[in-house]
């Protein structure tokens, strides 16, 4: 896992905005698997700048949501899909209809959930996962326990993840207790994955996952089996980190790489 360290949350953000910028320019026909959430939000309004000034153009751009809360529709205001309208999608050139958010409102879960899964394979599968991470390990809303190998499927959330999401809603009996979510399998299959984290409340997440066993109680640990990972973090959520002196020296030396200075100039995105 390539682990990079900003300095804050802002310059989190543009580094992450960058690499998704960098894989739309380099295939304007690519799949991004996108979240919801606090973390993405620095990340989106410069994807928004980089559209607004830069051209960066989102035409051709297919996206897919990890989850959505289960009853939910797309214009309640806490669903996902308004989320991505007015975080993202309203301020960009993106086609709307290239744009998956999963359904709260299905009638049948289970078939609905196999569909998913098919849309995302018809696509030929996602480019670049973009990931945030639950104060419990949770990816998606993969809870503490999930198979490592699960598929997109309902899911009831703990009582953490409720707490930590009764801030978005008038009071904690509003907070929907199932979501539909992309599996720990799904979200492995895809071809990289940029998992972001910011602030204190998310250390020890961040801990376990980078540098602890791969287990289920830390669903995002599993990322340890992906062979491309870029995680990019802001030094409170890297606190807890014991390599975080190796890691800047990996980015000092991906850095001269990238200045031409070691063996010639390598892609931000692929190192290798
Ligand atoms: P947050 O949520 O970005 O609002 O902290 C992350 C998550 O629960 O996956």
């Given at each position: 896992m390539r682990v990079i360290v900003e300095i804050n949350r802002e310059r989190a953000a543009v580094r992450a905005a960058r690499f998704v910028g960098n894989l739309i320019r380099r295939h304007p026909r690519c799949v991004l698997g996108l979240a919801t959430g606090s973390t993405p939000l620095g990340m989106y309004r410069e994807l928004i700048r980089m559209h607004c000034d830069d051209g960066l153009d989102f035409s051709r751009v297919e996206t897919f949501n990890l989850d959505e809360y289960v009853g939910?529709?797309?214009?309640?205001?806490?669903s996902y899909r308004h989320f991505m309208q007015t975080n993202l999608f309203d301020h960009i050139n993106i086609d709307l209809r290239n744009t998956h958010v999963p359904d709260g409102r299905a009638l049948d879960f289970e078939a609905y959930c196999q569909q998913y899964e098919k849309m995302i394979d018809d696509a030929g599968g996602i480019d670049l996962q973009v990931l945030g991470i639950g104060s419990?390990?949770?990816?998606?809303?993969?809870?503490?326990?999930?198979?490592?190998?699960s598929r997109t499927r309902l899911k009831t959330l703990t009582e953490e993840t409720v707490r930590d999401n009764a801030r978005f809603f008038e009071s904690p009996d509003e907070v929907p207790r199932l979501a539909i979510t992309m599996g720990v399998g799904t979200i492995l299959e895809s071809r990289q994955c940029l998992l972001l984290a910011c602030g204190e409340s998310k250390a020890r997440a961040i801990r376990d996952t980078i540098e602890g066993p791969v287990t289920a109680q830390v669903t995002a640990s599993a990322l340890q089996l992906h062979r491309d990972v870029i995680a990019v973090i802001d030094e409170e959520a890297a606190r807890l980190l014991e390599r975080r002196d190796y890691y800047r020296q990996v980015e000092y030396a991906q850095s001269q790489l990238q200045a031409g200075q070691l063996h010639g100039a390598v892609d931000e995105n692929h190192p290798g």
């Open positions: 939910l529709g797309p214009i309640h205001s806490q419990d390990g949770h990816i998606a809303f993969n809870e503490p326990g999930s198979s490592l190998g």
